[in-house]
């Protein structure tokens, strides 16, 4: 590390740096990413995009007004497995689609210790499992099937307590740790820890498995078509063009880093972009209206 700050204001004032990425809690990414832009600097920016869509919109203006590569890190759709479901529903592999159902189970949250407190506890700074991996699959989904017109969700938290390790004291968490929604597209269409995406179509069915919150780095696409029994289907090597031993997760965020350097080259914001961050965010805040009210929010 060459060098640190600790005031964020003097990092995006260097004269010596194109591009900044932002990878604080979610709470300060508007007043960041905007500082930034401002600045002149390209901007890869974290998820959840922002606390609100009035900020996100902000955002993307900042973005769109400044002329610099504004991008947000939704590096899951560089997985192979996303990458080559979205390639398979292209080619109309399963026909018309009709249903896409996303489950998650995660393991952190059954322990009956209180977690650390944290940023996460906090609705001011964007904490909340919704924000923080529900974020990837609503991105996952406008991926694969376009924009979304309504939604339906509704938001818990079962084990709310957290405790302070600087006074040893149990608060009560502000956001969730429990969530679940449904939507419908624009185009008219507790167990093991783990992850299932099922995907059909009028002519077939694709699932992908995840043995954890986040796609693997070889995760695999089982499917069947016209009636006929569920195979593995083999993943077009060009989906994984290299791997990364250090972690599962760093293949598919390189690729993410390429494309934002490419878009610097060429002056363009590749997607996932401040676009798909406010349009992510406007899904998000449907979810909390919708589990508030009780009503489907269109939107």
Known sequence: IASVHTDPMELIRRDDLAAIAIITPPGAHHRLSIAALDAGKHVLCEKPFAIDAKQAEEMRAAADKSGRTAMIAHEFRHTPQRAYIRQLLADGYIGKFQLCTMELFLDRYVSPEPRPLSWNAYKSEGGGLLGALGSHYIDALRFWFGEIASVSGWLAAFRPDVVDAATGKIVKAETDDTFSFTVTFKSAVTPARGARIAVMGDRGTLIADQPGPNPPENGIVVASRDGAPLQELKTPAQYTPFTDARDHRLMAF????????????????????????????????AVKESSASGLTVNL
Not at 272 to 282: A, E, I, M, V, Y
């Open 254 to 285: 390189r690729l993410l880093v390429r494309d934002f350097t490419k878009g610097i080259e060429q002056g363009t914001s590749p997607p996932p972009n401040f676009t798909d961050g406010l349009r992510c965010q406007q899904v998000l805040d």
